[in-house]
């Protein structure tokens, strides 16, 4: 399956800034999807990150607040801006290598909000 | 995607067969049966998965029932380090082109 790099692993930052996470694939992949998970709860779909054009975001989630980008098939960001303590969450990046491929997720970016 | 049910937490002993049960009674006949498990400060990883035959792989053995309502994932020798929360995902047509849903999963202890 496909390795998957997360950078940066964790952070702590200041409310009002803005943070972006990469997300690095060692093989093309198909599709790639972001992920959220809040403090004792289960994972949470952010958006699906579509190479060339915008992402899918899911309801409750919009562009302004989690701008993604997807340059090509091995790469994609995902910034959280304006941070708030309530951003304070794991954030996953999630790869499919093709239809026939079941997803995989990386370890997630453990971020923490002052 | 159909919803799931399992229960919220099990225990199991080490050394033991452990058998985590989910339900998944609307279920079409497109729909697979995947199973994720997410060990402490780690992403999801992937265990199995099914469409109505009984799939065993080097982690673990998946029984799925013959109307699909229900299916069953088999650690057959639980260690320690499978103390995880396991997820059973309904997933249209082998996935689809979309992220899976995750619900609360099972929270399986194996006790030493």
């Known amino acids: 399956s496909a390795v998957i790099s997360q950078k940066p692993s964790r952070d702590i930052c200041q409310r009002g800034t803005s943070l972006t996470i990469q997300c690095q694939v060692d093989?093309?992949?198909?599709?790639m999807f972001w992920y959220r998970q809040q403090p004792g709860q289960s994972l949470t779909l952010i958006a699906t990150?579509?190479?060339?054009?915008?992402?899918?975001?899911e309801s409750g989630f919009v562009i302004d607040k989690f701008p993604i980008s997807r340059p090509n098939l091995t790469f994609s960001t995902l910034t959280v801006s304006n941070m708030s303590p309530e951003d304070s969450s794991i954030y996953l990046c999630s790869v499919r290598s093709n239809l026939d491929q079941p997803q995989h997720f990386g370890d997630g970016t453990r971020l923490s909000i002052l | 995607d159909a919803k799931t049910t399992q229960p919220p937490s099990m225990d199991c002993a080490e050394g033991r067969a452990a058998n985590l049960p989910c339900n998944h009674s609307?279920?079409?006949?497109?729909?697979?049966v995947y199973w994720y498990r997410q060990i402490h400060s780690q992403g999801p990883q992937y265990i199995i998965h099914?469409?109505?035959n009984n799939e065993t792989n080097e982690m673990a053995s998946l029984i799925i029932t013959e109307d699909r309502k229900s299916s069953t994932l088999i650690l057959p020798h639980a260690t320690l380090r499978d103390t995880a929360v396991y997820y059973c995902?309904?997933?249209?047509?082998?996935?689809?082109?979309?992220?899976?849903?995750f619900g609360k999963g099972t929270h399986l202890i194996i006790q030493p």
């Open positions: 099914g469409l109505k």
């Open positions: 609307t279920i079409s006949g497109n729909e697979y």
């Open positions: 990150a579509n190479q060339g054009s915008e992402a899918t975001y």
């Open positions: 093989s093309q992949v198909t599709m």
């Open positions: 995902i309904v997933v249209y047509s082998g996935g689809g082109a979309d992220g899976l849903t």
